[in-house]
């Protein structure tokens, strides 16, 4: 099926651009966001018609940019949206729900983006791309220009979790660890741009990854029979997520879905990297580089997100917050989660839990509204994190293989 791609738009100064070419951000600087032609989608196509798709983020492939079948897919999507009663109960919610991104290919809602992007890539001939990631976008980058069968160059800051590191050289990808945070592994891939030949998939810099993005926000509506929640709790680094739903949430509406009213968005993040939460308290429309960024919720370590006016652009318009917690708070939080309702989450995710008590101690939400909280990505991804928590005593070479030697 051709898709319905109008055209490109800068979402600072509205340029225009043609679709079915390669781009990064617009001649300003502002990212580029697709735009669809809504009233033949519309015509075309109904809510009803969404369960006859596939169980993927694919079922939503009208309002994605892609032409025909060639999709690069792992099954990314269709998460489940659990209801979290136990926890709900402890901390005075009547209706609370996690929409599990850890159950993702490579463990995160990353994998949405990048089917999307390298998919994209493709498509328009890319063969070789590269990425600055705090981990996760890199683990997927690596999984789907696998499955591609194209060129990954990924550069990380040196104390990335562990299995980021092992699933990037495991898919095959060139990984290079950077002494510094990802807005310096930013600079390198921009540099290589010109004498590598590289295709720069860094968040926002790149138009598609949000596409897929996105669909977080058509699924939840979908799961909640079309009816949005009263707030959406999301863990905030370079904000795509939220820009994301965001826009999937203006298309539905145009699209006749859902009406007007929309959950307010909570931007969520660590109390050591809080630049969107000190610009949404100073009233600022952009954020300052937040020096000497540190947390273990190591996706929450994006000392200027790109998009960062796009983030309290939505935050404000939904009548939301942005909010910070420690890293005390969400390990704690994500132990609770655990114990209470069988889910490890990753840290980012428990990030929102830790802030869901705050905003209802201060007043700030109600038992009675109806919460989603996006947890992004395993727990399973972070056990230098949540070990901190649980240190053994020291063990051998042979028992940290597991037995591997001599089998126990
Ligand atoms: C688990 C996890 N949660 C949240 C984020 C932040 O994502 P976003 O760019 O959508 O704010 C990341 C980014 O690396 C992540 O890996
Ligand atoms: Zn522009």
Redo the contacts with the bound molecule.
Sequence with gaps: MPNKVTHLECSLCRKMYPAGRVHNLCECGGPLLVRYDLEDIRRNWSREAVADGPLSMWRYAPVLPLNGNSVVTLGEGMTPLVRTSRLGARVGVQELWVKD??LNPTG???AR?LSCAISMAVQLGIRKVAIP?????ASALAAYAAAAGIDAHIFMPLDVPQSNYIECQAFGARVTLVDGL?SDCAKIVAAGRDTEGWFDVS?LKEPYRIEG?KTMGYEVAEQLHWELPDVIF???????????MWKAFAEMEALGWIGSRRPKMI?VQAEGCQPVVRAYENGHDRSEFWQNARTV??????PK?LGDFL?LEAVRASGGAAVAVSDRELIAAGLELASLEGMFV????AACVAALRKLLQNGFLKSSDRIVI????AGL?YLEAYSTRFPRPDLSEQDKLGGLITPR
């Design positions: 991104e850890g995160s809602f990353k983006g990631s705090a981990g996760n976008a990802i968040t993005k999301y863990p905030t680094g370079g904000g795509v997520g939220i820009i994301g931007a919720a190591s996706g929450l370590r994006v997100p983030i990753a840290p980012e995710g996006y947890n992004t990505g991804k």
